[in-house]
């Protein structure tokens, strides 16, 4: 896929309610895009109100669900993850994965970036090691998650990240399956900025990016 060359995007945003999703749900809408917010009850996003964006209810685990609500969609955007480091919590990754990657083959949407986790990068550091034990149930679903993708016909971005921080700066790097031994880590504005360009511009089909600031 070239670039969408439009002015505006139809994207559904899952994980709308989240900080980084709302992060993308604001700039979607300044930047004219239609957005459809998946959260698990409406008054999630009761407090914005706006013309361009539809929120709708529902299980973003179940496929039959997103069938219904993704087809005309020109983008899947996934800023979902664990609140909390638990087996539980992090199954989020794994789980929604299977049911984005089947609801958009049976749908015919192509397009999807989805937000993972830069322990999955290999590094020699101990702190790393140490995260990625702490973290385990995190990466072991985020993997999982990816594995998902890469098996699926769709035309996917992954973006690693490391710890996000409530900065204003959209400033960052990147690196196409690299993260740096010391990287830093990134403001959600930044994040959000990343994926609605790569949305539009499709720089990176079928690619892991590191992101960080």
């Not at 409406?42 to 709708?56: F, Y």
């Not at 973003?60 to 800023?79: Q, R």
Request: hydrophobic share 45%.
């Amino acid at each position: 896929m070239a670039s969408m060359n439009m002015a505006s995007m139809k994207i559904a945003l899952l994980g709308a309610n989240g900080r980084t999703g709302r992060e993308i749900l604001t700039r979607s809408l300044n930047a004219g895009h239609t957005v459809t917010a998946i959260v698990r009850t409406e008054d999630k996003l009761a407090d914005i109100q706006h013309p361009q964006l539809r929120v709708c209810a529902g299980n973003v685990c179940d496929a039959n669900t997103l069938k219904t609500l993704l087809p005309g969609h020109d983008v899947v955007i996934s800023t979902l993850g664990p609140r909390t480091p638990t087996k539980a919590a992090c199954a989020i990754y794994s789980e929604s994965a299977r049911a984005i990657v089947e609801a958009m083959e049976h749908s015919g949407v192509n397009r999807v970036l989805v937000i993972s986790t830069a322990l999955l990068f290999p590094s020699n550091r101990l702190s790393h090691r140490v995260l990625r034990w702490i973290a385990r149930h995190n990466v072991r679903n985020a993997d999982l998650m990816e594995a998902s993708l890469r098996a699926s016909t769709l035309e996917w971005t992954i973006v690693r990240v490391g710890f996000l921080n409530n900065n204003s700066s959209e400033d960052f790097q990147s690196s196409v399956e690299a993260f740096p031994d010391k990287g830093s880590s990134i403001a959600r504005a930044a994040v959000a900025d990343f994926l609605l360009t790569e949305a539009r511009e499709c720089h990176h089909l079928q690619k892991v990016v590191g992101l960080w600031g």
